[in-house]
Nanobody, 127 residues
């Protein structure tokens, strides 16, 4: 397991932007899949997107074209740039990481088989 710390959440008006960060100091030591998940009150946790060890991102349909995943060169920071935010994006956002023998992510965005999770950062979009 690795220690993950999210930051960057807050309250923003509909149509606005936020950038979430996930600090993962030990991720650069291996082949990791990293992902962002979110959970709104009363709803199940859902996948937002993930990025494999080659830096290839995959997104949930609900955020395609609005959200962008990226990493720094050292791959110990994961970012989620969120643009054109909607009220339905309001949720607690979690960063997750999992060491993979081949560095690839699960086929499903909603697969939550990650060994490490952060505490979450709240995103609230007001209409």
């Amino acid at each position: 397991q690795v220690h993950l710390v999210e930051s960057g959440g807050g309250t923003v008006q509909s149509g606005g932007s936020l950038r979430l960060s996930c600090a993962a100091p030990r991720v650069s030591d291996g082949l990791y899949c990293m992902g962002w998940f979110r959970q709104a009150p009363g709803k199940q946790r859902e996948g937002v997107g993930h990025i494999d060890s080659t830096g290839t991102p995959t997104y949930a349909d609900s955020v395609k074209g609005r959200f962008t995943l990226s990493q720094n060169d050292a791959k110990n920071m994961l970012y989620l740039q969120m643009n054109s935010l909607k009220s339905e994006d309001t949720a607690m956002y979690f960063c997750a990481a999992d060491l993979r023998y081949d560095g690839f992510c699960p086929a499903s965005i909603n697969n939550m088989a990650y060994s490490s999770w952060g505490q979450g950062t709240q995103v609230t979009v007001s209409s």
